[in-house]
C-alpha cells in the first residue's frame, strides 16, 4: 500500500464510525477528511492520497453544512483534473446531489420510475403538475434522507401549499414533482452494490400513508437524518428478482458510483417495480449482522485495500498488512459464496 494513506471523506459525524473502527481494526493508514472543515491546494498536482472515498452526504445542509455540498463538487473536481483515485468522484457526486438527473439516467437506461417534471420556481409547480397523477411528491433537487418533500393529495392542495409558501425548492432552488406511487405491500426495497457486485437488499414496511421512502438509518431521527432504527418498523434481508439486481448494477455503473444504494418501490396499480433513488452515500443498515448476517464495513474496507493494491492477512494472522497475506480476492469469493448460499435459503 506504500506510505500514502486513504483519505476519507465525510460530514456526518455519527454515520462513519463503523467504518473507522474497521479500519483502526485492520490497521490501515487513513485520514478522515471532514467535508466541512477540509483545506485543499487547488495547485497542487498529487493527491496525498492513495486513493479517496467519498462518503459526502447530500443532506449537509440539514445539519448547517449546506457549503460543505459545494467545496466538495470542487475539490472532486480537482481530483478528477490531476486523475487522482477517487472513489464515487466528481461525476458520481452530481449524480448524489440531483433528482433531475437522477430521473434522466433512469429514462436512459429504460428502467420504470415514477413521471416527474423539474421545476425552478414556486409558481410553476402547478403548470407542472398537469398531466401528472396526484397524488404528488415534491422534492427538493438536492435532497438527501428524505429532507423537504412534500405530498399533494390534489391540485388544490397544491395550489394552497404554493399560496401559503409552505413548499421550498431546497438548496439550489429547484425541485421535482413526481408521481406518489402506492407501494404494494406497504414496503420499498433498497439494493446495495459495491464493486459492480451484489452486496445485500433491506426492505422496510413503510408507516401507514408515509410517503418518506427513505429506507436508509436514522431518517427519521432529528439531527441526525437518514431511518429504520427511529421507526421501530420492520426491516430485514430481502431477495430481490435478479432481474432488479441487474438493473440496480448498471443503473450504479452509468453513474459512475463504485458504491451505491438503488431504491425501489413495487406500484400497487400495476404490480410492476419503479426505481425512485439512487444513492452514492451508502451509510449502510444499522445492527447489520442482525439484519442482514454479515458486517459490510468488513467487504468496503477490503475493497478500499484491493484499490490501492494492498492483502490482507489469512483467518490466523494477526490483523495488519503482511507481506505474506492472502489475496483479498479470495476472501471476497468465499463471502461471496456464503451469501449465494444464503439467498437460496431465502428463496
Known amino acids: 500500500m506504500g506510505e500514502a494513506p486513504i483519505g476519507i471523506l465525510y460530514e456526518h459525524p455519527l454515520w462513519f464510525q463503523p ?12 485520514e478522515p477528511l471532514h467535508a466541512n472543515e477540509l483545506v485543499f491546494d487547488p495547485g497542487a498536482r498529487e493527491s496525498p492520497y ?11 445542509w440539514t445539519r448547517g453544512h449546506a457549503r460543505a455540498i459545494f467545496h466538495t463538487l470542487h475539490y472532486l473536481a480537482y481530483l478528477k483534473e490531476i486523475e487522482a483515485a477517487v472513489i464515487n468522484g466528481h461525476a458520481a ?14 429514462a436512459r437506461l429504460g428502467v420504470r420510475y415514477p413521471a416527474a417534471r423539474a421545476v425552478s420556481h414556486l409558481p410553476q409547480l402547478e403548470a ?3 398531466g ?11 435532497g438527501g434522507s428524505g429532507a423537504g418533500i ?6 388544490a392542495a397544491l395550489r394552497d401549499g404554493v399560496v401559503e409558501g409552505s413548499v421550498e425548492l431546497g438548496l439550489d432552488g429547484t425541485a421535482l414533482v413526481q408521481e406518489q406511487l402506492p407501494a404494494a405491500d406497504g414496503s420499498v426495497v433498497r439494493i446495495e452494490i459495491l464493486g459492480g457486485e451484489f452486496l445485500y437488499a433491506i426492505r422496510l414496511r413503510l408507516l401507514p400513508g408515509s410517503f418518506n421512502l427513505c429506507p436508509a438509518d436514522y431518517c427519521e431521527l432529528p439531527g441526525i437524518a437518514d431511518g429504520v432504527s427511529g421507526r421501530g418498523l420492520p426491516i430485514g434481508n430481502y431477495d430481490p428478482p435478479d432481474v432488479l439486481i441487474e438493473e440496480a448494477k448498471r443503473i450504479v455503473a452509468t453513474a459512475g458510483m463504485e458504491l451505491g444504494g438503488v431504491e425501489y418501490l413495487v406500484n400497487e396499480r400495476d404490480g410492476l417495480p419503479y426505481f425512485y433513488d439512487i444513492n452514492a452515500l451508502s451509510n449502510f443498515v444499522a445492527n447489520a449482522p442482525d439484519v442482514i448476517g454479515f458486517d459490510p464495513f468488513v467487504d468496503l474496507v477490503d475493497f478500499l485495500l484491493e484499490r490501492v493494491g494492498a492483502v490482507v492477512p489469512p483467518p490466523e494472522a494477526p490483523v495488519g498488512l503482511a507481506a505474506s497475506s492472502a489475496p483479498l480476492e479470495a476472501l471476497r469469493l468465499s463471502r461471496d459464496d456464503s451469501r449465494r448460499s444464503l439467498r437460496s435459503s431465502l428463496g
Do not use: C, H, W
Not at 467504518?19 to 487513513?30: C, H, K, P
Not at 492513495?50 to 449537509?60: E, Q
Not at 457526486?93 to 433512469?106: G, N, P, T, Y
Not at 412534500?150 to 391540485?155: E, H, L, M
Open 19 to 30: 467504518l473507522f473502527a474497521e479500519l483502526d481494526r485492520r490497521g490501515v493508514a487513513y
Open 50 to 60: 492513495a486513493v479517496v472515498l467519498n462518503r459526502m452526504s447530500p443532506s449537509a
Open 93 to 106: 457526486f452530481q449524480i448524489e446531489i440531483s433528482k433531475a438527473r437522477q430521473v434522466a439516467l433512469f
Open 128 to 130: 407542472a403538475a398537469d
Open 132 to 142: 401528472l397523477r396526484f397524488p404528488v411528491l415534491v422534492k427538493p433537487n438536492v
Open 150 to 155: 412534500r405530498s399533494f393529495a390534489t391540485p
